[in-house]
């Protein structure tokens, strides 16, 4: 079966089409990265506007590079959650009215398991079960995956995610938005032992994060640095680098804390912060010691994409986990959806 996938859950419209045999067929992608970068972050209403401009030339644009039309199509996927609303009920809306149309099935799809599990579209596949690490731009999660659907919550943030802890120590440095990858480029310039900064609950005995704490101990790094008579030199590299460096410690020592508790070696990284360099290098290294694995999924799949949403589709379909009957086209969509309750 050919899945047809959308994603517009923030601020980037995908569209894909995936096999449930064969895989990934084709994939397109748009930002709204400039769109939103002169407001300092998104702006719901333009993002919701945005999608609607942009998502039906997309679908024709991937159905083209794989070489398919609409009667090709077997079902239809969409991002049902979490997310914003306005921006969800465009990809729900457009996705359930194609279904209708061509008397198709739609199914939802939850944003986490689309990013839970895109590395398996990429070689080596990681097979089941596994600990995965979630760092999107406002989850931290760890969660055993012994199956499609099969999900135990192990730990997740309890205030800020690793995602926002990145982008609003950007934004103190004047980094603009997005902030994560501006602040890792930085990060390469700086000595990340110039600054000390806080491991916020590195020796919990839970396996939980808070990333809170650690914009204001940079904030009063930072001032207290500017109020000196000569300001030091690199200070807004090194305290990227510093930044970095403590997000990264945070989740690889609780990541490692998560095999070892399950007994499990192999770690899935999934989500926008899966991209961060530092942090595929540390957990690489780290996990080779513990004769484990770590597997990530392209760097162009690590951000929201259709291609995640049409093959977790495509992950239940073959499980038989999906309604495929194709009767009637209501829909609602979860701005917030536990992924615990799917």
Sequence with gaps: ????????????????????????????????????????GVVPELASRDHVRRIIPLAREVLAQAQLTLSDIGAIAYTAGPGLAGALLVGASVAQAIAWSLELPAIPIHHLEGHL????????????????????????????????????????????????????????????????????????????????????????????????????AVMTRLKEALNQPVVPDNLHANLAAATQDAIVDVLVAKSISALKQTGLKRLVVAGGVGANRALR???????TRLKAEAFFPPIDLCTDNGAMIAFAAAQRVNRGLADLSAQGHGFNVAPRWDLAEI
């Design 1 to 40: 079966m050919i899945i047809l996938g959308f994603e517009s859950s923030c601020d980037e419209t995908g569209v894909a089409v995936v096999c449930t045999e064969r895989g990934l067929l084709a994939h397109a992608l748009h930002s709204q990265v400039a769109m939103h970068a002169s407001y300092g």
């Design 117 to 216: 599990l895109s590395p398996r579209m990429a070689m080596p596949c990681p097979e089941f079960p596994f600990v995965a690490l979630l760092v999107s731009g406002g989850h931290t999660q760890l969660m055993r995956v012994d199956d499609v659907a099969r999900y135990e919550l192990l730990g997740e943030t309890l205030d800020d995610a690793a995602g926002e802890a990145f982008d609003k120590t950007a934004k103190l440095l004047g980094l603009g938005y997005p902030g994560g990858p501006a602040l890792a480029k930085l990060a390469e310039q700086g000595d990340p032992r110039d600054i000390v900064l806080p491991r916020p609950m590195l020796h919990s005995q839970n396996l939980d994060f808070s990333f809170s704490g650690l914009k204001t």
């Design 281 to 287: 290098e540390r957990l690489a290294r780290q996990l």
